[in-house]
Each structure stands twice: as structure tokens, then as C-alpha cells.
């Protein structure tokens, strides 16, 4: 029935048109993971619900389970995903040092993480129903060295920032910390982790950065796809224990993704569509 009830909500939808254009992933959007097992329908859509079964029973679920959308409000945040004609996708500019930021109005949201992290990588996956825009994946760690703006529309702007930690710009700390710090249209920062080795140091201190600005941020968990159960498990529970013990601003539920193989890339879009205001959610939490 999960499956059935999906297609009925989609099969007239927007995003059926999206999903037709050459070069677009065949996973890139809800319609076309209806085609697949309601198992593996529903890990994709809601990756933690694939872990659970591996949870000791004395673990608390209820920080996986705040956000939580239903399906049709999965595919209503992701037409925003969609360019079009009145909702134009594009990359629209670069900066060096918060004076050269663009001054834009809408809401924008921000991705930090270490060097080869996948920031590029996620945010590619994010736009993939826009094949057109431009988001540069280099294989080299540090491929990103300014603040790259991305303007979905007029509904809200996504930047992709320069990694930290190895192979990080110099001037990492001048260009970033006075953007997280000042900028007024920020709603929510996006801080990566790599699953497959879990917090490291220079993540510490950036989650206190995150912290000291007193402003909301969320962690995106990356790469779920590169090591076993066992290591996710472990480095996820680690995570949400700093997340419970050093943190005050840091939205409790982590987001898991595998921009490889399009896990909670439709889950992340309507977080982001809901945080910028973008779209109304019927229900935030549906188990």
C-alpha cells in the first residue's frame, strides 16, 4: 500500500516531468523510487528507519524520529527542486570574504564540513533534478575555496562553503566564521560528517563555531554507503551523545545520506523546504 499510495500522489505531479530530462540520475526523484520494494522504498526515503532493527532495545528512538514527512509532503518540497520557466535553479555567484556576499533576501541555508566530506556531492544530488546547474565534484580534497551561491528560485539560496581541516584554504576561519556570525537571511547551517569515521577533531571545533553562534544548525551524516553497519551504528550513537551532551542549538535528529545511492536526499529536500519557510508540512512526524 506504501508503494501504491505513492504513485497515485505522484503520477500527475511535476516532478513526473523532471524526471524525463536526459542525465538525471534514475533515482533523483520520488516517482521514480516507487518502481522499487516498499523495503527499500522506505529506506531511501527515511534512512534511520534501516538501522533500527540493529538498535538494542534500550537505545531512544525519539531522536530519530522528529522529522518524519509524509510522502506527499516529500513531493511537494521537491518540485522546488525542479527548474522551470517561473522557478529558475542556477548557480549564481562566488565570494571570497563575507564583504563580497551577495546581499540576497531569501532564506539561505549553508553545508560546512571537512575536506572531502561531500559537500559538492550532496549538494549535486540535491539539484539533480536540475542537471543543468553547474556543481563542480573533484575527486582532489579541497576543491571548493569560496563561498559558492546557488538561488533556487525566490524561494531560498543554498551555499556550498570551503572544507576545513586538510587541504582547507588558509583563510578558511576570515571567509566562513564572519558569514555564520552576521548573516542575517541564514536559517539553518548544514554541518557534514563522514559515517564511515565518525566526529573527528576538526569537526569538534567546528560544532563549537556552530554553537558560539547561537544560531540553528543540523548535522548531515555522509557517505552511510562506504562502511558496514556495525562502524554507522557506532559513530552515529557517538554523534548523538555529543548532540545530547555539548549542544544547544544543534537540531537533535541527524540526517543520514548516501549521495551515491540517493539515501535521504528526498528527506533533506523537504528539511530544507520547511526551514526556509518554503512549503507548508501536514505532518513533520509520521512514523
Known sequence: MFGLHLRLRLQSGAVVHAVARHNVHKLASLHSVTALPQKKMRNLLYPLSE???YLHRSVDRTQFQLFQPSV???????KLFCSSPAHKIDYYTSAERMEHAP????PEVCFIGRSNVGKSSLIKALFSLTPEVEVR??????HTRKMNFFRVGKAFTVIDMPGYGHRAPKDFVDMVEPYLYTRKNLVRTFLLVDGSVGLQKADMIALEMCEETRSPYAVVVTK????GV???????????RVVETQTSSCFPQPFLISSLH???IYLLRCFIAHVTGSVT???TCKS
Open 72 to 78: 506527499e509532503d516529500m513531493a511537494e518540497a521537491e
Open 230 to 240: 556495525g562502524v554507522l551504528l557506532t559513530n552515529l550513537l557517538n554523534l548523538q
Open 262 to 264: 540517493f539515501s535521504g
Open 224 to 227: 552511510m554507503d562506504k562502511c
Open 103 to 106: 546581499a540576497l533576501k531569501q
Open 137 to 142: 565534484v573533484s575527486k582532489t580534497p579541497g
Open 281 to 283: 508540512l501536514k505532518d
Open 51 to 53: 538501522l533500527e532493527a
